[in-house]
């Protein structure tokens, strides 16, 4: 998947399609393509669900409230697979897959109790796509974003090879988004890791572009 573009604002325009989005939230307008057939997506998608179940366990909690699980194109027999998500059998259901996984990582690391999310997909071109995120903040919106398409990427064209502990990330992103003014020192002391694994988690959470704020060094 390719991000194309991120956008925050109110969108009114998308409010009726998704009844559960509160006026006091404001969404991340996310438009991406997907860059590799439809039997490619089709054929991986449940193991993409299962592997990213299994590192985020709290998706099994999650809900859609619109729409159906039927679909014309259905090529899959969904029956056997216990999804939070609408399954349509289609590529849309790996982008949906992506939009559960930036609310989950949004509320872990913020602590949100409840956002909602909405996937469209475009007549023209076919392969792209907007994504709709309630946020309170929407660098850290983009921040879950970013990891979220880069962890699909990893698992649908590198699976074999390493990827950063997904918990660890999480962790790290949560312990600095609540502490405002904290030193490596003091992000070592409350995580209970070496400086040097705190200075490589801060190198990954500033790969995908978290929104620090002010740091102070080590000594």
């Not at 109110?10 to 509160?22: C, G, H, Q, V």
């Not at 309170?136 to 974003?145: C, G, I, Q, V």
């Not at 398409?149 to 590198?158: G, I, K, P, Q, R």
Request: glycine share 2%; proline share 5%; hydrophobic share 35%.
């Amino acid at each position: 998947m390719k991000i194309i573009s991120i956008q925050s604002g109110t969108f009114p325009e998308i409010e009726r399609l998704n009844r559960n989005f509160r006026k006091e939230y404001q969404k991340l307008k996310i438009t991406l393509d997907t860059l590799s057939g439809r039997e490619f997506y089709l054929k991986r998608f449940p193991n993409l669900m299962f592997s990213i179940i299994e590192m985020l366990p709290n998706l099994r909690h999650h809900r859609c409230s619109h729409g159906e699980n039927i679909h014309i194109s259905r090529e899959y027999d969904p029956s056997h697979l216990i999804s939070p998500i609408k399954i349509l059998g289609d590529v849309i259901d790996t982008v949906h897959l992506l939009e559960h996984t930036i609310l989950e990582l949004q509320c872990q690391i913020s602590e949100m109790e409840i956002c909602s999310g909405l996937t469209c997909n475009y007549w023209e071109p076919e392969n792209r796509y907007d994504v709709f995120v309630e946020c309170t903040e929407p660098n850290l919106a983009a921040f879950s974003t970013e990891l979220s398409v880069a962890l699909f990427n990893h698992l649908l064209y590198a699976p074999n090879e390493q990827f950063p502990d997904i918990k660890d990330i999480i962790r790290l992103a949560r312990t600095v988004y609540k502490h405002e003014l904290r030193s490596i020192r003091q992000i070592s002391t409350l995580l209970n890791w070496s400086e040097e694994k705190v200075i490589e988690g801060m190198e990954r959470l500033e790969q995908f572009k978290f929104p620090f704020r002010v740091l102070q060094p080590a000594a």
